[in-house]
Structures are given as structure tokens and as C-alpha cells.
């Protein structure tokens, strides 16, 4: 199983970004999707996660009201449209998709900088 996220780049304070994260391989049943960040000198942290059918998601305080996970069953992908970015959410975005066990994808790096 592989997971390959896409998306990020740099974009000014206010700007916005969407990631996308494509599953790939031997994948039997749908599995929970969700992302995570993590900035430099820190640890990991959850930002979103969506359940399997799609109708239940959780956001980080942190994000809540700027940031929106969706997923394309079909295509076992998961998006995360960024709004109202801030310089604090600069950090390295990483998919995970959770089935039998949990899977991670390489990252994609986001810097929001004036």
C-alpha cells in the first residue's frame, strides 16, 4: 500500500491550498483517512480525519472553520482545502489511511510566508 500527497507549496498569509492523497495497492475494505502535520522542532499532530462513508470528520482546534477534509471513495483519495492560512500552519502535511494497520504518505511541504 502507498499513499502519494500532492498540494503543497507556498502561499501568502490569507491564501489558500488544497492537498490531495492517493491510495494505491492491495486495499480490501475502505479505510479511515485522515491528515496530519508536522512543523519544524515539533511533533507530529492530527489536523482532520473522515470517517469511511465520509459523513463524519474531526478538526484540530487549530483549523477548525478554515480547513475541510473530503475523500473520493472510488478513488481512495483524500483532500484537504486550506482557506485563511497562517504562517503557523507552515509544516510538512502527511496522509494516513488506517485499515489493518496504518499507512503514511511521504509528506508535502507547505510554507506560508509573506
Known amino acids: 500500500v502507498q499513499l502519494q500527497a500532492s498540494g503543497g507549496g507556498l502561499v501568502q498569509p490569507g491564501g489558500s491550498l488544497r492537498l490531495s492523497c492517493a491510495a494505491s495497492?492491495?486495499?480490501?475494505?475502505?479505510?479511515?483517512m485522515g491528515w496530519y502535520r508536522q512543523a519544524p522542532g515539533k511533533q507530529r499532530e492530527l489536523v482532520a480525519t473522515i470517517s469511511r462513508n465520509g459523513q463524519n470528520t474531526m478538526y484540530a482546534d487549530s483549523v477548525k472553520g478554515r480547513f475541510t477534509i473530503s475523500r473520493d471513495n472510488a478513488k481512495i483519495m483524500v483532500f484537504l482545502q486550506m482557506t485563511g492560512l497562517k504562517p503557523e500552519d507552515t509544516a510538512v502535511y502527511y496522509c494516513t489511511m488506517v485499515t489493518s494497520s496504518q499507512y503514511w504518505g511521504q509528506g508535502t511541504q507547505v510554507t506560508v510566508s509573506s
Open positions: 495497492g492491495s486495499i480490501l475494505s475502505i479505510p479511515g
